[in-house]
C-alpha cells in the first residue's frame, strides 16, 4: 500500500480558462506563501500603503501583534470600502 498522494493538476487558464491566469506567489523554505518578487506598487493612498507594508511583515511577530495589525487593517480598509459606498 502507497502513501504517497498524486501530483496536484496545475491550472491551465484564467478562471475563464482564457490566457491571464497568474500562478500564486511560490511557498518560502518556512512553509509561508511569499508575496512574490519586487516591491508592492501604490495603492495612491498612503493609509493604505502602510498597512499593507505592516501585513507583509507579520511573520515572526508575536501573535498579539499580529492581531492588532491585521484589526487595524480591517478597520482601515472597511472604512475605505463604506466611503466608496456611500454609507
Known amino acids: 500500500m502507497s502513501t504517497q498522494r498524486p501530483p496536484a493538476p496545475q491550472p491551465t487558464g484564467g478562471p475563464s480558462g482564457g490566457p491571464g491566469w497568474q500562478p500564486a506567489p511560490p ?3 518556512s512553509g509561508h506563501q511569499s508575496a512574490g518578487p519586487g516591491p508592492r ?3 495612491g ?3 493604505i500603503d502602510a498597512v499593507l507594508a505592516e501585513l507583509a511583515g507579520l511573520d515572526g511577530r508575536p501573535l498579539d501583534q499580529q492581531l492588532h495589525i491585521g484589526d487595524r487593517a480591517h478597520r482601515l480598509l472597511s472604512g475605505r470600502l463604506r466611503d ?4
Open 27 to 29: 511557498f518560502d523554505s
Open 45 to 47: 493612498d498612503p493609509a
Open 41 to 43: 506598487p501604490s495603492t
Open 84 to 87: 466608496l459606498g456611500g454609507a
